[in-house]
């Protein structure tokens, strides 16, 4: 099944690895910087889910897991800090990750290709 997902990260080199790693698995991927531009994207159309940074100089991924959570939209919030320090800020069911574990992703994506490549799924 393919998603429409929106990245929101004002760290360029993580936004271009969700990406990237998004496109690759498959799915349409729109990127934006600040959790203001994605409310904008949001009013121009629905996304199936949306990933985001938690401190951003411009609009906190809080906010935008509120909005989101207010909108029915799936929410996954990647964060540089721990998670439970920012868990009583995010709304419940949303899942906060560490941007410490991009290397298990790394390994996964490694792995997922090597599966592709031999045809297994």
Wanted: glycine letters at 8%; one cysteine or more; charged letters at 20%.
């Amino acid at each position: 099944m393919t998603c429409d997902i929106l990245v929101c990260d004002d760290d360029a080199d993580t936004a271009e690895f969700l990406t990237d790693w998004l496109v690759r698995a498959g799915h349409g991927v729109r990127a934006v910087s600040s959790g203001y531009e994605a409310l904008a994207a949001l009013a121009e159309r629905r996304y199936d889910m949306v990933v985001s940074d938690y401190f951003m100089s411009d609009g906190t991924g809080g906010m935008l897991a509120h909005f989101c959570c207010e909108h029915q939209i799936p929410c996954m919030i990647v964060t540089g800090a721990e998670p439970a320090d920012i868990r009583p800020y995010v709304p419940a069911g949303v899942r906060i990750v560490s941007k410490l574990h991009f290397r298990d992703l790394v390994s996964m994506m490694a792995r997922a290709d090597a599966l592709a490549a031999g045809g297994a799924r």
